[in-house]
Every structure is written in structure tokens, then in C-alpha cells.
């Protein structure tokens, strides 16, 4: 056998083999017909066999991760920057480079957020260039609802049962509003003790919410041994090598956005670490279909320096992450434990010479009321630590004079409304530091009298 | 004997069983009693050097026993061992694993009985560099 070996997105693939026409393995679930001819089917990271997509995420082999294996010349092909701009917003825009037929018949309204050029904000950490991507405005309130719509539209073209998920709270949100809106029933599995407006909102949207008595990562552990076992799709566990494909877009609008370039560096939270491997390779991907050119982009990850594996490991140069066992942040949506990508971006940021921040809880607390107050933009605690990570990352010189900054604020502050007290003398609801005044009596002379004593 | 979960990919090396009881003090010794009885597990279950594959995490009564003292960790008989995969984790120690696949290919058996036909592999190709934008 003659193999030829072509390469795409910086990645040599067999194209002697093609990848078996079989359904994908819960065939029963699949009434779509064989993939799109863009779309090649999924691959093992480690050991590269090929598999059809479908609701599978482990090698059979090795038991690596998978990911979604493109035809990125004939994409080139078929789009070039007049064809995405002709489109209407959001992230069907980049149908061609996601794994997806097509515009699915009904989706939430998700991408097209704003790249904000953050003067004030940039003057106060002292970067030139700082643009802040608002992922707080997403239809669900974060960057989730992106990886979620792939999630949905997949779950209807396969007819599966159920959407469900393992949440840190954002995802929990995304994943039952866009249930919610093609019409699947939804299922939440949380930490009990996550914040309660994250529960509040994942039910508004008509989710069974199942809080379990443990961390994150015992929810992924039940999750995963659920997911095998009901056929539901978990968009984060079955459906993940698809759903993660999603987060691509942020790295698609970010390019788009500054006029089909890239950064210099790229700021953004570390949680389970797929959202930054997704943008190495989302930019990576842009350049090979002759979109933008091929720049070097210095990736800083953030998180929380009470769940820290991946910035532990990189600041002591280990080769592997510890996992940390019980978390101890007020950045829940960070406050993951294990890190199912985390030694792969733990690689990628070191071969990109960039850098992980760990950031304690005060300093998240004050990047949330800088970005708000600075930009008036309120991002939930994984924009505080992103905002702070930049800054350690600037302090660090990751960032050097002149460059051109772009820091993803992935949830809006809304889901961590306590948050920004942490740090402050007065705590949610109490007059003082935070900018509430007392209870005043309802007279224009009890307020003006305030008002001077202020002064 | 402590009992040991199997998640559906890896059942094929166990004719179906979801659950086997098996002898052991240890973590390690308990899955060295799993591979010795289904040795169609061991390609999934160890790499090349015999350790544990790094893509499966294993749970001893639901604690990751990278908590706990790893494979020494003593078990006992009413202990639960969970196996499942890590999902992602991907290529921390990528260019040690290609090196060592690339020798171990020849050993590689390519119609493994321990997998269906759609699970075949379908590509001999090396693993592949991956290169980043950055």
C-alpha cells in the first residue's frame, strides 16, 4: 500500500486510508447520512486511527482523545474571507470549518460578540493594545453556548434522546437553553454547591438540575459512566470532540474582528483547558486555509490559584499535572480539579512561549470591578482571573511593549454576583466600599445632605 | 476480591462483562489480576512499558487513586475499582509516546481480535506532529 501523506493544519494525515463508511457506533442514533466530505470523521490524538464520527470519545486503541479531522484543502476551497463576511452574524458564518452539514434548522443565537478595544483598561495594566472579546453577552451569558450549539445541532440530526452535561454552572445554562430551543429534554449534573443563580438559570430553561454531593470532578467521573450508559448526549463527555469544535469560533471572530489577522498574544481562563487548545488550533487552522497569515501567538492561560494543576505545572516545569483533590477558589467555573486537557495545553502554551498565571481570589475580585468599572463591561470571576492573568503576564514580560493583547471574557458577572466583593470591607447587600449608600429616607434633603457628607 | 468496573470500550476485552471480581492487595495487583484474565485488555489498559496507560483514570470506591498511593494503593473486599478513560489529557509526554509507538508498531497486532470491525484501525499511519500556530 502507497501512502500519501498530505498535510493540513499541521498535521500529517493518511489519506491512503479513508476512514471507514460504517455508521458511527450508536448507529440506532444516527439518521444522517455519511459526512460531509469537509468533515473526515474523528482521529485519535496519540495514536492518529481514524474513526467515523458519531457519539464516541476514546480511542479504542489507546483510549486517547479525539478530535474532529478535516479536509482543510478542500475547505480552502470552498471559503475565502468575502463569502464568511456576506453572511449574517453569528457562528454559523463559519459553517465550513465546523463540524456540522449545515446551518442547523433551529440554534440559539450564539457568536458575533463584541471585540472591544479596551483603552482604559490596557492604560491601567500597561499594555498598548488590549482588546477585551465579550463572551458575557452569549445567549446563555458565556462562551459555552458556542461549544453548546454544535452539541444541539448534532443531538438533532442524530436524534438523540437527551441533552445533558457535567457543569462547573456556565455550561449548565448553555446546555439547557439550547435543549431548550430544539426542544430536548435536559439534563444538569452539578456540584451542590455551586452558585445559585447558575441554578436558578440552568432551570428557568426547564433543566433537571441533579447537584451531586462532591467537586466538579466527581460529577465528571458519574458523568462519564452515565453518559456510556443512557446513550444521552453529554456534550461535554460524548459528544465532546464535537462540541469542543465550537469554541474554534471565538479564534474565527478574533481574526475576523481585527481585520483577518491575529494577535500577538491571546489571554484566556483555564478550566478544563479545551478552550485554549481550541484556539491554538482554530488560529492554526485559519492560516492553513489561507484566511489570515501565519503569525506566532503567545497564548497566557489563567486560573485560580486555589485550583491550579496546569499553572503549577508550568511554573515548576513539571512534565505532568498534579490534580488537585478539593478545590478552594470562589472561581467555580475554573474549579476544575483534573483538567481533562490540561497536560496538552500544558504543552502548547510552553511551545508557544507563553505562560500560566495562578491568580488569588483578592486580585480576581479586583480585575472583575477594574474591567467593569474601567470598560464597563461585567464579567463573571473567570474574566477577573483572565484580566489578572494579563497582568501578571505583562508584570512577567509574556507580554512585551506593543503588543496586541486580546483577553476573552468567557462569562458575564451576573452568574457570580458575589464575586466582586471578595476583598472589600462590605460584603453583597451592605452599604460602604462597594458604592451602596445606606437606606436614605425618601426626601430630596435626606439625599443632598448625603450626598455633601460624601464629598 | 475486589470488584472492578469496566466501561463500555473496554468490554469488548472482557466478553461483555461489566463487572469482575478479582484478587489482589494492591490497585496493581488487581489490575494485573484483570490483565492476566482478560489479556485482550492489556493494549488499552498499559503502554508500551507496561505502566498504566495514561489516558485511563482509575477510581478505588470513587477517590482518584493519584490521591491516594497510585497502583500501591492497599484494596480490599468490599473495594470498587473504576476504570474509565480521561477523555483528553492529550500529548503531555507526546514525542516519548510516538517514539515508542514507532517501536512497537511491528508488535502492533493490526486485526486485533479485541475489536469489532468498525473499530478496526483504518490508518497505519505514524502519529503525527501536531504544530501549533504559536
Known sequence: ?455 | MTTVRIPPVLRQATEGAKRIELPGATVGEVLASLVASHPAIAPQLLDGAGELNRFVNVFLNETDIRHLKALETPTGEQDTLILLPAMAGGAGDYRRRRRRRAADADQMPRSDASMAPADRPTAGSPPARRSGSC
Open chain 1, 1 to 455: 500500500m502507497t501512502t500519501t501523506l498530505v498535510q493540513t493544519a499541521g498535521t500529517l494525515v493518511d489519506h491512503s486510508a479513508e476512514p471507514p463508511t460504517e455508521p458511527p457506533a450508536h448507529s440506532s442514533a444516527v439518521s444522517s447520512p455519511a459526512t460531509s466530505s469537509r468533515v473526515l470523521g474523528l482521529i485519535c490524538r496519540s495514536c492518529r486511527l481514524e474513526q467515523p464520527l458519531g457519539l464516541r470519545y476514546v480511542c479504542p486503541h489507546c483510549f486517547g482523545p479525539l478530535q474532529v479531522r478535516y479536509d482543510l484543502k478542500l475547505i480552502a476551497e470552498l471559503v475565502d474571507r468575502s463569502v464568511i463576511e456576506s453572511r449574517p452574524p453569528g457562528i454559523w458564518r463559519y459553517l465550513e470549518l465546523l463540524p456540522v452539514e449545515r446551518v442547523p434548522r433551529r440554534s440559539l443565537a450564539v457568536g458575533s460578540t463584541p471585540l472591544i478595544a479596551a483603552e482604559r483598561l490596557g492604560a491601567s495594566l500597561g499594555i498598548d493594545r488590549l482588546w477585551l472579546k465579550d463572551d458575557t453577552r452569549n445567549p446563555s451569558l458565556s462562551f459555552k453556548d458556542r461549544a453548546v450549539a454544535i452539541a444541539a445541532a448534532l443531538a438533532m440530526d442524530w436524534e438523540l434522546p437527551a441533552l445533558a452535561c457535567a457543569s462547573t454552572g456556565n455550561l449548565a445554562a448553555a446546555t439547557a437553553a439550547a435543549a431548550a430551543g430544539v426542544g430536548l429534554p435536559a439534563y444538569v449534573f452539578i456540584p451542590a454547591d455551586l452558585e445559585r443563580a447558575k441554578i436558578e438559570h440552568a432551570l428557568a430553561y426547564g433543566a433537571t438540575v441533579v447537584p451531586l454531593d462532591g467537586t466538579y470532578d466527581d460529577v465528571n467521573r458519574v458523568c462519564i459512566e452515565l453518559a456510556d450508559e443512557t446513550g444521552w448526549g453529554f456534550v461535554n463527555i460524548n459528544l465532546r470532540p464535537l462540541y469542543t469544535e465550537g469554541s474554534r469560533t471565538v479564534a474565527f471572530e478574533i481574526a475576523e474582528g481585527l481585520g483577518w489577522r491575529s494577535p500577538d498574544v491571546v489571554v484566556v481562563p483555564i478550566g478544563s483547558g479545551a478552550l485554549l487548545g481550541k484556539l491554538v488550533q482554530g488560529f492554526d487552522e485559519l492560516a492553513t486555509v489561507g484566511l489570515i497569515a501565519r503569525r506566532p501567538i503567545r497564548f497566557v492561560g489563567a486560573q485560580a490559584a486555589g485550583c491550579a494543576p496546569v499553572a503549577d505545572a508550568w511554573s515548576t516545569g513539571a512534565a505532568e499535572m498534579v490534580p488537585v483533590r478539593r478545590p478552594n477558589t470562589i472561581v467555580r467555573s475554573l474549579a476544575i480539579g483534573s483538567p481533562a486537557d490540561g497536560s496538552h495545553v500544558l504543552r502548547l502554551v510552553r511551545e508557544c512561549g507563553g505562560s500560566v498565571e495562578a491568580i488569588a481570589d483578592a486580585n480576581t475580585a479586583a480585575a472583575i470591578r477594574d474591567v467593569a468599572a474601567l470598560e464597563g463591561i461585567y464579567p463573571e470571576t473567570a474574566g477577573g482571573v483572565t484580566l489578572a492573568a494579563a497582568r501578571a503576564a505583562r508584570e512577567r514580560g509574556i507580554i512585551r511593549d506593543g503588543d496586541e493583547v486580546v483577553a476573552l471574557l468567557t462569562g458575564n458577572g451576573l452568574k457570580t454576583p458575589d464575586a466582586r466583593h471578595v476583598g472589600l470591607r462590605a460584603g453583597p447587600g451592605e452599604p460602604g466600599e462597594g458604592g451602596l449608600a445606606p437606606v436614605l429616607p425618601a426626601t430630596f434633603d435626606a439625599v443632598e445632605s448625603w450626598l455633601e457628607g460624601r464629598s
